[in-house]
Nanobody
Framework: VQLQASGGGLVQAGGSLRLSCAAS????????VGWFRQTPGKEREFVAA???????SYADSVKGRFTISRDNAKFTVYLQMNSLKPEDTAVYYC?????????????????????WGQGTLVTVSS
């Protein structure tokens, strides 16, 4: 699976962005997709994930502000980010893992993902 993340940019605090993660290379069936983010000097952290069947998990820091969704017909997963804060500034990565069931703990675990996109930079100014 090849993943292409897009949609990052510069936005003021309180604004919104929508990230997209487009998959290609093989069937999208039974692949869960997660979003992670990373800032310089820090470890990559979990943001949100969605299973193929639509099970969802969010990090507490983004719950209520971010919404993850997927369009399986278009092989694309979206991350709608609202009420952005300066602390949301990071490079956002999408990742995929083959999973036929929903398990939030697994979906939050970076090392369980086999395929990664190249990252898209989100900058939130105060």
């Amino acid at each position: 699976v090849q993943l292409q993340a897009s949609g990052g940019g510069l936005v003021q605090a309180g604004g919104s962005l929508r990230l997209s993660c487009a998959a290609s290379g093989r069937t999208f069936s039974n692949y869960a997709v997660g979003w992670f983010r990373q800032t310089p000097g820090k470890e990559r952290e979990f943001v949100a994930a969605i299973s193929y069947s639509g099970g969802i998990s969010y990090a507490d820091s983004v719950k209520g502000r971010f919404t993850i969704s997927r369009d399986n017909a278009k092989f694309t997963v979206y991350l709608q980010m609202n009420s952005l804060k300066p602390e949301d500034t990071a490079v956002y990565y999408c990742a995929a893992t083959y999973m036929t069931f929903f398990n939030a703990i697994i979906l939050r675990t970076l090392t369980r993902y086999d395929y990664w996109g190249q990252g898209t930079l989100v900058t939130v100014s105060s």
